[in-house]
Structure formats: C-alpha cells, structure tokens
C-alpha cells in the first residue's frame, strides 16, 4: 500500500497473462480503473483531500480486494482432473454420459454415439439401447434383442420373420389409425396414420422392476428415444402428437408381457392391452416358455386386430352420427348460403342504382332546368 498507486496497476496487468479467468476479472475492472485513473485520483482527492496519501491507497487496495471477492463468487472451479468446456465445446452435446466424456477429453466425439452401435450396458430401466444400435440386432425396423453380454432370445431368422410380419401389419389398410382430434378438421376429417408397434426384450431382468408402473415409464423412454413415427412428426418429438406408438415388452425369464403407450386413445393396458398380454402368455406357456418369437408374434398379432377392430367400431358409429346430422346440416347451409346470396344481390342492385344516379341524374337536372326557364 505504500507504492505508488500506478505500480499496483502495472503489477496487475502483468499478472493477469498467466492467470485463471477469476483473476482476469480482477484485471479487467483494474484496467478499466487504470484507464480512468486521472479521473480516480481527483475523486481521492475531492473525497480525502484532508487525510494522507496512505490512506488513499489503502481505501483503493481495499476496494481492489472486494472485486477479487465479487469474481470469484461467480467462479465455480472445476473438479481435479476434469476440463472447464467452453460454449464451443458444449455444442452438440445431447447426453450425460457425452457431458462427463467430454469434460475429461474435450477433444472426444461423442455426439453420433447412440447411432453408431456404441451402447454400452448394462441394460437398465434409464439405460436401453436404441433400435438403431448394433446390440439391439433389429434386422432395420423397431425391435430390440440384446445379444451383447446376453445371448439373443430368437435366432436371426426369426428376427428376420418378426421384423417382415411387423411391416405387414403396419401396412395394412385396416390398421390404419385415426386421430381423434383430425375429426374436426373440415378438409380432411379422416386422416388415417399407421400404428407403430416396437419390440422389446429385456433379457435377465430384475424382479423389483417387472411392475407396470416401472414399465410403462421405461416404455416411454424408450419410444421418446426410437422416435418410431419421425416420419409423420418429425424430430424431436412434439409434445401434442397422435399417439400412434406402442411398445411391447418380453420378459423371457418370467414369462411376462407388457404393453405400453403414451396414450389409451387407442392401446393401453386397460384398451386391449391385456388382451395382447394374455395372448402372447399363452404362446409362451404353449412353448414351454422358452419361445419368445411365438410371444412377439402373438402379441402383434392381436396389437393390429385390436387396432381393426377399433376402426370398424368407430368408422360405423361415425358413419351412424353423420348420417343422423345430416339433413339439419343441409337445411343450415342452405339457409346460409341464401342470405349470403340475397345480401350480394343487394349490395350489387346499390352498387348499380348509384352509378345510375350518378350518370344519368346530372342530364335530367340540366333538362330539368331548360324547361323551367
């Protein structure tokens, strides 16, 4: 505090070369002081004109300290061994595993991993391998068989057969879904969509989380992830879509099948999800529970033949609920449509009479006059 105000200064800027970004902070507001530091010296001087030049120092050492104080407080140091990432380096960044990675090597691509068959176990209720991943073997459509750490519950060619009896189920004209809020549309008020049923085998699975309620959330996670009707809503998932996704879970250990769905517009487990849980049971029990393609089978079987049957129900009853309406619905456009009728002729008739007056009225007056004269 004894030195010459500039001397701190200058010492500061120095250090500020080879300092961490809390100290840069503290150089910047010392700069921006250096910068004014004639303006500075007035006010200590205005302000302590009757005390010692000491004094002044130390009131500016003093505020000095408090804006190292004031930076570090807003500085959050990063833990031993780890990379403080810079707003660049947090580009791309989708996953809390990609995260940590990368506060470790900062240099690490990580951002395709989930898409490039990387998945790495053990599979649990908040850790399941997208479709998409190599572990899942799903032959290119929405099935997962683990065969990483586990050997597979089906052999390639009944994945093969799954995957191909999927398709066809999804095509079919009668398994078309409608959404129920497109009703209301006056254009297209039949919007039909195909109904995407997923496949998910959860080899070695642990009995505290086989509950529905464990499930079900599981299942939305992972549909959330599969994103299987990217086609007709695109990515990411919006939040007010139709509900035309469904996951099938096999728990070959317990012989277990559960169904779940975003929504019980058209499948849960109170919709016709039981049904397909106790379809494909039967299929296991008939194999000795040992056969979880004749479970998967089953249960999309009856998946798509509950979705025709809630087609046909809700076509007939439409059809029923229009035909019922439609006379009044007639009557009322018509009505309409002549009062919008009778006003244009109206609006036209004054349109015409006053560009009548307004050709012909001026000739009667000047006729009118000559008359009169």
Known sequence: ????????????????????????????????????????????????????????RWVFFILVLSSVAHCLSFVKPAKTGEHFL?????????????????????KLDCTNSSSNGSFVGPISP?????????????????????????????????RVNLTQRLGELRKRDDSLVVCGHLLNDPIDNWHYQPFYLGVAILPDWLAESSDPESLQKMGQLI???????????????PHLRCPTTSLLFILPNSNEVFVS???????????????????????????????????????????????????????????????????????????????FAAAVLALAAAFLLGLAVLLVGPGLIARRGKFEC
Not at 5 to 27: D, E, G, K, M
Not at 91 to 100: H, K, P, R, W, Y
Request: glycine share 4%; proline share 5%; with cysteine.
């Open 86 to 106: 810079t707003p660049s380096e947090l580009v791309n960044i989708s996953t809390v595993d990609c995260l940590e990675a990368r506060k470790k090597d900062p």
């Open 1 to 56: 505090p004894s030195r010459p105000l500039s001397t701190w200064l200058h010492a500061f800027v120095r250090l500020s070369r080879h300092s961490r970004p809390a100290l840069r902070c503290v150089v910047v507001l010392s700069v921006t002081r250096s910068q004014r530091i004639r303006q500075t010296n007035r006010m200590l001087a205005e302000v302590f004109s009757a005390t010692p030049a000491v004094v002044q």
């Open 261 to 339: 769905s975003p929504s019980c517009e058209f499948l849960c487990d109170s919709n016709g999800g039981g049904q397909v849980a106790t379809r494909a049971r039967a299929a296991f029990r008939a194999s000795g529970g040992s056969n979880v393609y004749e479970a998967a089978m089953a249960g999309a079987e009856e998946v798509y033949n509950h979705l025709a049957r809630i087609r046909q129900s809700s076509h007939s009853s439409s059809s029923e609920v229009s035909t019922a309406g439609q006379p009044e619905l007639n009557i009322s456009n018509l009505l309409q449509r002549a009062a």
């Open 223 to 237: 549909m959330a992830d599969w994103n299987m009707d990217e086609l007709y809503v695109g990515h990411p998932q």
């Open 126 to 158: 908040v850790n399941y391998p997208i479709y998409r991943d190599a572990v899942c073997n799903s032959e290119g459509d929405f099935l997962c068989d683990p065969g990483v750490q586990w050997h597979t519950s089906m052999t390639a060619h009944q």
